[in-house]
């Protein structure tokens, strides 16, 4: 229970520090409803079209909002010397690691259903899948804090991790299905898709509104709670390398 209630406590400070300030909280409304507006605008108010769009908004709201907001939150924790003292706490590392992620976490699976909310005034959202969405904004959220951290842990400036980060994401907004099948790209960029946490967040997404996916629903799940595993401990192995041994 102490534990808990370390954990309990480092994510209050973290909502109250860094998730909660107006910028980012503008941010991460913002940006969702940008990127719902222009697709809308491009869709032409098609509602089918709108509806096979939103699997890949959400995705990228996911994406951006935890990834962003952990680069912000561990590298100026590192800059500042309080995430030495913070591992320095009678806590396993690995619950702490948690700790610093949930906010990311919790954030991103908000952040992901604002366009959601939006295109429920225009499209008729029935006959969704819910629990499969939630499941696949939930994972793709985790996935996308994990490698958040293991990019904020491996690297000592803001401006490094924002960089390295969109190394990462950008790419992955054409090559993770979101938005055009993964049948359009070239073959030899496939195996690289398959490599990328957010397609099979996406096709799960997909898979719940009711188009087809290219693997069942209950395999994807697996795949992404795999990523999820080694994303993790490739963070606390970064971790006890750099900052512990």
Same mark, same amino acid.
């Given at each position: ?5 370390? %954990? ?27 990127? /719902? ?16 769009? !939103? ?10 909002? &935890?990834?962003?907001? #952990? ?21 396993? =590392? ?15 699976? #908000? ?9 429920? %005034?225009?499209?008729? =959202? ?6 499969? =969405? ?5 994972? &793709?959220?985790?996935?996308?804090? %994990?490698?958040?951290? #293991? ?10 991790? $924002? ?8 790419? *992955? ?6 938005? %055009? ?9 496939? @195996? ?5 946490? @957010? ?5 799960? *997404?997909? $898979?719940?509104?009711?188009? @087809? ?22 963070? !606390?192995? /970064? ?7």
């Amino acid at each position: 229970m102490k534990h808990w209630g370390a %954990f309990a406590s480092i994510l209050a400070k973290d909502m109250r520090t860094y998730y909660l300030k107006p910028p980012n909280v503008s941010w991460g409304l913002v940006f969702p409803l940008a990127w /719902t507006g222009m697709f809308f605008v491009r869709s032409g108010a098609n509602p089918s079209e709108l509806r096979s769009l !939103l699997p890949g908004v959400m995705t990228l709201a996911v994406l951006f909002g &935890t990834t962003s907001l #952990l680069a912000v939150a561990i590298t100026f924790e590192k800059k500042s010397r309080s995430f030495e003292r913070l591992l320095l706490a009678p806590v396993p =590392l690995s619950l702490l690691m948690f700790a610093k992620t949930a906010g990311a976490i919790l954030f991103g699976v #908000l952040n992901a259903f604002v366009p959601v909310l939006l295109a429920a %005034f225009f499209i008729n =959202l029935s006959g969704t899948n819910w629990p499969a =969405l939630l499941a696949g904004v939930i994972l &793709t959220a985790v996935s996308s804090a %994990f490698l958040g951290l #293991l990019v904020a842990v491996s690297v000592a400036e803001v401006f490094e991790a $924002q960089t390295i980060s969109n190394f990462f994401r950008f790419p *992955m907004v054409f090559l993770c299905g979101l938005f %055009f099948p993964l049948e359009r790209l070239p073959a030899w960029l496939r @195996p690289l898709s398959y490599a990328l946490p @957010p397609t099979y967040g996406a096709d799960i *997404m997909h $898979q719940a509104i009711g188009r @087809p996916g290219f693997l069942p629903l209950w395999l994807e799940l697996l795949i992404l709670i795999a990523f999820c595993l080694v994303l993790f401990v490739a963070s !606390l192995r /970064t971790i006890n390398r750099r900052w512990i041994a």
